[in-house]
């Protein structure tokens, strides 16, 4: 009798433990939507006539917070070893306005021999994302140093706020 109750409960504990998995598993699938959907939205509702078309959305990780710079502070992403292909000088750049800015943002590409921009980017909201680029006057083959400059610029007046510089390789090929 005792045997026959110790495999009843052992039963019944089965059911209830993947009840318990199945309902960890829909809040944590719930809380994950949640997150995403709210992250979609771009902090910055700017319509300004100077955007890059290019522009993808960033999409968040549930795990994020919903967070933003301090004042002053601004952040980026960039590929920092270039390769330019092809006839049409195409190149995976992965340049990006992270979530947590404040400001809008838009690259200048240049070689450092000759200080000349090649490339302008229009403007990139804060979760927006740039994967691909072609440059705006062909560049020879070659490998070159260069930098690039990755500017802030204010959402309300579109006023220049300032600047970051990082270094790249640049390298072109037919």
Request: with cysteine.
């Given at each position: ?31 994950a939507l ?123 007046d579109e ?16």
């Open positions: 009798m005792r045997n026959q109750r110790n495999e009843k409960r052992k039963k019944s504990r089965v059911p209830l433990l993947a009840l318990l998995i199945v309902a960890a598993t829909l809040v944590t699938a719930g809380l949640a997150f995403t959907e709210e992250a979609d939205e771009c902090l910055i509702d700017y319509e300004g006539e100077h955007l890059d078309d290019r522009a993808q959305k960033i999409k968040r990780h549930f795990w994020e917070k919903n967070e933003s710079n301090k004042e002053g502070d601004f952040s980026y992403e960039i590929e920092t070893d270039l390769v330019f292909k092809g006839e049409e000088q195409t190149c995976k750049i992965e340049l990006a306005n992270p979530h947590c800015n404040r400001a809008l943002m838009y690259l200048e590409l240049s070689l450092d021999k000759e200080d000349t921009v090649f490339l302008r980017t229009g403007l990139l909201r804060p979760g927006e994302k740039i994967k691909m680029i072609t440059p705006d006057e062909p560049l020879q083959e070659g490998t070159y140093k260069g930098h690039a400059s990755i500017c802030a610029v204010d959402p309300e006023e220049f706020l300032g600047f970051l510089e990082q270094e790249v390789v640049i390298t072109v090929t037919n």
